[in-house]
């Protein structure tokens, strides 16, 4: 049971994580000012989501492993975040799609965990909720103007989102961890949050004249550690200073 | 006017309340493709340290300003006329935001 929460906890923790050092590598490069800092202010909310839940997969494991240790001495295959929030930042229509896709199903997930039997969960998950609504506003709103912004931007994003769609077959995709914690009233039953998540991407393709794509039958595990290629990149970059100069501190 | 060339987007002026209560003040300004991109860039810019509570924008094109050349005109008159200053009765000190 404490394993599984365990092993559910990281996964929530390791995909905001993961996702937030993605965002981070947009500081300095983003196409304005103004979207620098948009997307430093998302990345933060996300850095900071991991925080609270690293230091609690800490206290479960009940080992005296902080919310340090578990980000920057673990592994790749130790880290479970879901596929999609390690893609590469690629153009900016690639992180807009993949942010709103996850923005909208952390949405679904934190307003779900509210009501979780772990208090904890439960309380972290209203904090982040509440920074949530305002990704999806912001991922949203320019996958609007992309969409249906000029024929350049519309191919881009529409490309995209062809390219990142099959990351989304795990978001619910439940296996034993999953079905445990729901089992023990901890995380909502995945494919239940499946429908809103669909209906509320439907709306904002559809007002993006774009199209969806076909799900493909293949889902990724990256909440079991097997990850694709781009990971081991982004752990690289993100540990090199813990491990190059361990407990190195401001 | 000045024409904003298609590829650029167009200034807004940002204005920010601190609490409820005071007025919003004039805080900078933000590019943006429309207002609702300019309330959630100037979130993103200028609220990052919980300056406020209520956002405005405007574009910076319907903004009418003075002539700087008109400065004297304007503004000199006023200087000779220190009775129209509320310096010559006590403030109650409860009034906080005067």
Redesign the interface.
Known sequence: MSDARLQYVLRLADTSLVLGQRLAEWVGHAP???ED??LA?VSLDLIGQARLLLTYAGEIEGRGRTEDDLAMSRDQSDYLNLAMAEQPNGDFACTIVRQFLIDAFQLELYEALQQSKDARLAEIAAKALKETR?HV??SA?WMV?LGDGTEESHRRTQEALNNLWRYTQEFFAADAVDEEMARAGIAPVLAELAPRWSARVDEVLREATLQRPVDTPYSWHGKRGDHTEHLGYLLAEMQFLHRAYPGATW | MTRVPESEWPLFEVFIRARSGLEHKHVGSVHAADARQAIEHARDVYTRRQEGVSIWVVRSSDITASDPSDAEALFEPAKDKVYRHPTFYAIPEEVKNL
Do not use: K
Request: glycine letters at 10%; hydrophobic letters at 25%; zero cysteines.
């Open positions: 304005a000012l103004e800092l948009g202010n305002y506003r912001y709103s103007r």
